[in-house]
């Protein structure tokens, strides 16, 4: 009996069983060799990566013997944030000279105060009269910032700490000032600005009206019902008027400074009593507790002064108080901005100890006497375990404190392993920018090698207060990504759908994403034109 022919529909379904089974093992082998070439090109894209950064160290310590050299490569490099800088002292003077004649202001050329009121009597005339008067401009410059300062007859010190008072007058416009301080930073490759602005006589009148009190809880409480949330609204209002001020400018004048993002910490100022500071603190911790630009606070003025002096471990509580109350607000201290003979030996003994134990700081500013300090090992070992940064402005410790190579602490932080950031202070007053924090480190210490600088560029938005979480799964160390961008490779303009999502609900995780972007295309055009010129 002949076999029984299969019929067209059973022959039927064996094919297309059969061009199923193809059809997977085809799927399954393409999908493995585009996982494959994925990771072929991921692997390439890391290894051209790896190979400019190599380049650009080599080329980096050729050049580092020549200033000029290093100047046009750390312009050129991107420098993620200044993260140590006051609004006022960071506008250079002739900016300040055009605000206060736009304001048609009038300067005394007794002192080069400024005056809205006194033209024409009490020695006085308009500040634009400077524009042809080539010696008067000079003269207020002088007057205003540290330039020609060896030629002074008060010690540089005291001349910078002088100026602020001179030159306040023409400060009144801070969205105009802000924009010129985005501007400059966009022109010197700098993304984050954050900004040191006071508390304000508000805050200080109402902790005078108050009334001191030892008991800070009770203090505090009066605060409250004299109005302390009322000032505080009031500021954060201004804090964002300011911002959004400077942005118009900047937009109606078609200037990319826009693209500057800029935060801001509150200042209270050490110098006043203590009932001023205390109220100017709480000010500044409620103001930083509920505003989405103010991201900290701080407390500044110079460390000698007798208020500063005899109420400093006080002022300390006082901060760590307000931590207590407003634990998750961003603290960072002026402390240790001092140098032996300008106070007596025991004040040299404790203040950055103290900024990071009961102040809580999470930065620290300056730092210059920490081998002065009794413990001083103990101190730098906790900041190094609770990852306190340290930021470092050479220009400033060397024209106010004389402190400078060898004498200064910068080796010493760097050699604990103590987080670094470099910053400017005071750039207008001073007459430097970021660019030349990076020169004087290269100059004064050879062993800093190009990947130190880049770790201290990263350092300055890791350690920033920028809101959200960080790029990176490990604080300070730029080896691992946090696990939504694991797959990705930082800085590429095309993340995977997981990391983009973590990238627009973190603004910190954001700007970092960015620079490293940055990063990589300047180490990249910086290795390709070395090479190419020789």
């Not at 605060?223 to 964002?240: E, T």
């Not at 490990?474 to 939504?484: F, H, I, N, P, R």
Request: proline letters at 3%.
């Amino acid at each position: 009996m002949k076999p029984r022919a299969k019929s067209a529909t059973l022959i039927d379904l064996e094919l297309v069983s059969k061009l199923k089974s193809t059809t997977v093992v085809f799927l399954i082998v393409f999908l493995i060799l585009s996982a494959l070439i994925l990771l072929a090109e991921g692997r390439s894209e890391e290894y051209s990566a790896t190979l400019s950064v190599e380049q650009v160290a080599r080329q980096f310590d050729a050049l580092r013997q020549n200033p000029e050299e290093l100047r046009a490569f750390f312009l050129a490099m991107p420098k993620g944030g200044d993260i140590h800088n006051h609004l006022t002292g960071a506008v250079y003077a002739e900016y300040l000279i055009d605000q206060a004649s736009a304001e048609d202001y009038c300067i005394n050329l007794d002192n080069y105060t400024i005056s809205p009121n006194y033209c024409g009597s009490n020695n006085s005339q308009p500040v634009k009269d400077a524009y042809s008067n080539s010696k008067l401009y000079g003269q207020i410059i002088d007057a205003w910032s540290m330039r020609d300062s060896e030629l002074l007859d008060e010690s540089k010190r005291d001349h910078f700490f002088n100026t602020f008072g001179t030159f306040g007058g023409a400060t009144s416009n801070t969205s105009a000032l802000l924009a010129d301080l985005r501007s400059s930073a966009f022109l010197e490759n700098v993304a984050y600005l954050e900004i040191m602005t006071g508390a304000g006589s508000a805050a200080a009148n109402l902790g005078r009206n108050v009334g001191w009190n030892d008991n800070l809880s009770i203090f505090y409480n009066r605060l409250i019902d004299y109005g302390l949330n009322s000032i505080a609204q009031n500021l954060s209002d201004y804090i964002n008027d300011t911002d959004s001020g400077s942005l118009r400018i900047l937009k109606n004048r078609g200037d990319p400074g826009s693209n500057v993002t800029v935060r801001y910490l509150l200042t209270a100022t050490r110098t006043m009593p203590k009932e001023r500071v205390f109220g100017q603190l709480a000010a500044a911790f409620d103001v930083a507790n509920r505003s989405s630009l103010v991201v900290g606070v701080n407390l500044l003025s110079p460390e000698d002064n007798w208020n500063a002096r005899v109420n400093y471990s006080l002022q300390m509580r006082m901060v760590g108080f307000l931590h207590g109350i407003y634990p998750n607000v961003n603290i960072a201290l002026h402390a240790g901005e001092l140098n032996l003979g300008l106070v007596p030996t025991d004040d040299l003994r404790f203040h950055i100890k103290e900024a990071v134990e009961v102040g809580r700081a999470s930065r620290i500013g300056h730092g210059v006497d920490i081998m002065w300090e009794l413990n001083c090992d103990r101190t730098l070992n906790e900041m190094v375990r609770n990852r306190v940064a340290i930021e470092i402005m050479p220009v400033s410790n060397q024209i106010i404190l004389g402190v400078t190579g060898k004498n200064h602490p910068f080796p010493v932080y760097f050699e604990r392993g103590v987080p670094i950031v470099l910053a400017t202070d005071d750039a207008g007053v001073l007459r430097t920018d970021l660019s030349e924090q990076f020169v004087v480190i290269a100059s004064e210490y050879p062993k800093i090698k190009y990947q130190d600088f880049k770790k201290f560029v990263r350092n300055s938005i890791e350690y920033s207060f920028l809101q959200g979480r960080s790029l990176w799964s490990s604080q300070g160390d730029y080896t691992k990504l946090v696990a939504e961008c694991s797959r990705c490779c930082p800085g590429s303009k095309a993340p995977n759908a997981k990391c983009k999502a973590f990238l627009d609900s973190n603004e910190k995780a954001r700007i970092e994403w960015k620079l490293e972007g940055d990063l990589a295309a300047f180490e990249k055009k910086y290795a390709i034109g070395k090479t190419n010129a020789q």
